[in-house]
C-alpha cells in the first residue's frame, strides 16, 4: 500500500465500484435500483479525485468519508448474497468491500503521514 497514493487508490475503487455495480444491476433478472447506489457513489468518488491528487484536505476529506459510508452500505448486500448463497453476487460485492477498504486504509495513512510532516 506504501507505493500507491490515495487518488490511485481511490480511483481505483471509484471505476471498480462503477463497473462492477453496473455489471451487477445490467445482469439481473430483477435489477433494483438499490443497486445502483455503488454506482453513483463511483462517479462522486472520480469527481472528487482530481482534488484528492492534489491534496486538497476538504475534497480528500469528504472522499473519505464517502468512501467510509459506501462501505457500511455494501454490508446489506454482502450478507444478503451470502444468506441467498448467490456466488456471483458474493465475489463482485466482496471485491467493492476490499477495494473500499484499501482506499480508506490508504486515506488514513496520507491524513497520519501530512499530521506528522506538519508537526515536524
Same mark, same amino acid.
Given at each position: *500500500? =506504501?507505493?500507491?497514493?490515495?487518488?490511485?487508490?481511490?480511483?481505483? $475503487? +471509484? /471505476?471498480?465500484?462503477? /463497473?462492477?455495480?453496473?455489471?451487477?444491476?445490467?445482469?439481473?433478472?430483477? @435489477?433494483? @435500483?438499490? +443497486?445502483?447506489?455503488?454506482?453513483?457513489?463511483?462517479?462522486?468518488? &472520480?469527481? *472528487?479525485?482530481?482534488?484528492?491528487? +492534489?491534496? $486538497?484536505?476538504?475534497?480528500?476529506?469528504?472522499?473519505?468519508?464517502?468512501? &467510509?459510508?459506501? &462501505?457500511?452500505?455494501? !454490508?446489506?448486500? /454482502?450478507?444478503? +448474497?451470502?444468506? =441467498?448463497? $448467490? *456466488?456471483?453476487?458474493?465475489? %463482485?460485492?466482496?471485491? *467493492?468491500?476490499?477495494?473500499?477498504? &484499501?482506499?480508506?486504509?490508504?486515506?488514513?495513512?496520507?491524513? !497520519? =503521514?501530512? %499530521?506528522?510532516? %506538519?508537526? $515536524?
Amino acid at each position: *500500500m =506504501k507505493n500507491f497514493l490515495p487518488y490511485q487508490v481511490s480511483g481505483l $475503487n +471509484a /471505476l471498480l465500484l462503477i /463497473l462492477i455495480g453496473s455489471y451487477g444491476y445490467l445482469q439481473s433478472s430483477t @435489477p433494483s @435500483p438499490t +443497486a445502483l447506489i455503488p454506482v453513483g457513489f463511483g462517479i462522486i468518488l &472520480l469527481a *472528487m479525485n482530481k482534488g484528492v491528487k +492534489a491534496e $486538497n484536505k476538504i475534497i480528500a476529506h469528504i472522499a473519505v468519508t464517502a468512501t &467510509l459510508l459506501i &462501505l457500511i452500505g455494501l !454490508i446489506m448486500p /454482502l450478507k444478503s +448474497a451470502i444468506a =441467498k448463497g $448467490n *456466488m456471483g453476487a458474493i465475489f %463482485r460485492v466482496s471485491i *467493492m468491500v476490499i477495494t473500499t477498504i &484499501l482506499a480508506i486504509i490508504s486515506f488514513v495513512q496520507s491524513f !497520519i =503521514k501530512a %499530521r506528522k510532516e %506538519r508537526e $515536524n
